[in-house]
């Protein structure tokens, strides 16, 4: 009769699988914890500093100063996690909103079919990117750079050849126009506070990334391309798909804001958007997003965002000077990546 020896090592080997988690280790493998510590602080601190910041009127200036990052902060959070970038989202919103208005205003057709136009352009421009992507091998950084650049000559060029200036002209006054403002830049109170559309957007989005990244297919499909695109590929993971549809989603959230731009304020400034692309990543990073892909949550691009409403509007109600905003964002955006990095040292060395 034979018998297995245990191994001779004097460690005692059990299946990780057989390992129970607890709520604590479970609270603290979460990518937005880190930035869920911040916002509090955040709140705190200008709770403190600035009396106006806790009145209820507030509190819709702050979630609307969010949800302006916050809506594309979500598909570039996606994006990420997906181990890409895409430095045209920011010019991106202002080309949208200016292919709705121009071609509205000189085809003299319903503002709807200029949104419609405009869907169709934004979501050939994130296709594009995800086509070059993944056809040339460059990282997406040359690739979106390009773009950046092309999009914000564009831009520019046509509405001074188009319009003549550096704006459109106004479309307040075409058929379709009210309707188009309700759905992309009305407001609505509840308890007397004034809240834009713009937080039902977020708040849609981020429920929506959320269920996509947890529950579907394609939401393990986007981890499994951020963790390592080869490893992914020799799975079965379609690698190309998943990128161009993550940029497609980029886009859609273009779309989105850049309805809200031109809606909000009948015309659009040609130079508008440039350098927005940077906060939606550092909303992303503060969220929980590696900027090595594989890891982070749509929740904490939400609360990066919320970081930065707070911040932006704490530091006009505390009354002090608005050129300390990036200062701040920047302090905000190394704090949260260390102590993400803290937390998850301390769940890799708790396993």
């Known amino acids: 009769m034979s018998s297995t020896a245990p191994p001779s090592d004097g460690v005692d080997h059990v299946d990780e699988r057989l390992l129970r988690t607890t709520p604590l280790k479970k609270l603290l493998a979460r990518p937005e914890l880190g930035s869920v510590v911040g916002a509090i602080a955040v709140f705190v601190f200008f709770s403190v500093v600035a009396d106006s910041f806790l009145r209820a009127s507030s509190l819709g200036t702050v979630l609307y100063a969010a949800s ?57 421009i994130g296709c594009f990117n995800g086509f070059m992507l993944t056809r040339t091998k460059l990282p997406s950084f040359i690739i979106t ?71 579907t297919r394609f939401g393990n499909w986007i981890f499994a391309v951020g963790g390592g695109a080869d490893a992914a590929r020799a799975v079965g993971v379609p690698v190309y798909r998943t990128k161009i549809g993550l940029y497609m989603g980029v886009a859609f959230c273009a779309w989105i804001s850049g309805q809200h731009l031109l809606f909000s304020f009948d015309v659009v400034q040609s130079g508008e958007g440039v350098g927005n692309e940077l906060i939606y990543i550092i909303a992303a990073v503060i969220g929980g997003c590696l900027i090595t892909g594989g890891y982070g949550s749509a929740i904490g691009s ?16 505390a009354e002090w000077n608005p050129d300390w905003f990036k200062f701040f964002l920047g302090a905000m955006l190394l704090l949260a990546t260390l102590l993400n990095a803290w937390i998850r040292k301390r769940v890799e060395a708790t396993k």
Not at 89 to 115: D, I
Not at 165 to 193: C, N, Y
């Open 68 to 124: 302006t990052i916050g809506i594309m902060a979500v598909p570039v959070a996606l994006l990420m996690i997906g181990g890409e970038f895409d430095l045209s989202a920011g010019v991106l919103v202002t080309s949208s909103a200016l292919v709705s208005s121009m071609f509205s205003y000189q085809m003299t057709a319903n503002v709807w079919v200029g949104v419609g136009v405009s869907l169709l352009v934004t979501l050939a």
């Open 145 to 215: 750079l390009g773009t950046f650049l092309m999009l914000t000559g564009l831009n520019l060029g046509l509405t001074k050849l188009i319009a003549g200036t550096v704006s459109t002209k106004t479309i307040a006054d075409m058929e379709g126009f009210d309707s188009a403002r309700k759905l992309f830049a009305s407001q609505l109170t509840i308890g007397g506070v004034e809240f834009k559309v713009t937080i039902l957007w977020w708040f849609g989005l981020v429920a929506l990334a959320t269920w996509i990244l947890l529950r």
């Open 302 to 317: 939400a609360v990066g965002a919320l970081i930065f409403g707070m911040t932006s509007k704490g530091i006009v109600y």
